[in-house]
């Protein structure tokens, strides 16, 4: 267990020093569990794996302001959690809009935006 766990914090290091392969490796060994995790959160697999790109696209380009950890793991589920949870809500709204526009005819709308 201290193997692995020294393993991960080496690991977690050499991504914020801006290591290529680092970046690999934390992305290989952690998108499994990401995915499963996010697909129990939400089930919808699209937005799943755009979160998870959108969160390693985040990761890279501010690298060099994150903090260690000594729990890759629990730092990189709190943080896809985080965003999920965001995307989520976006979709959810956007959704709710695309619906509600649907439902009116044109002149609703019309007359609903000119009283604005």
Do not use: P
Not at 2 to 21: C, M, N, P, Q, Y
Not at 66 to 74: F, S
Request: with cysteine; glycine share 4%; charged share 25%.
């Amino acid at each position: 267990m201290v193997d692995r766990t020294h393993d991960e914090t080496k690991l977690w290091e050499s991504f914020i020093k801006g290591e290529t392969a680092a970046f690999e490796e934390v992305y290989r060994r952690y998108y499994s569990l990401l995915y499963s995790y996010g697909i129990r959160m939400v089930g919808d697999r699209e937005l799943v794996a755009d979160t998870i790109q959108n969160l390693f696209v985040k990761l890279i380009l501010n690298c060099r302001n994150l903090h260690y950890t000594d729990n890759v793991k629990a730092y990189l589920l709190c943080s896809f959690r985080n965003k999920l949870l965001d995307a989520s809500k976006i979709m959810a709204a956007s959704s709710s809009r695309s619906r509600t526009i649907a439902g009116m005819d044109s002149a609703t709308t019309f007359s609903r935006w000119a009283k604005k």
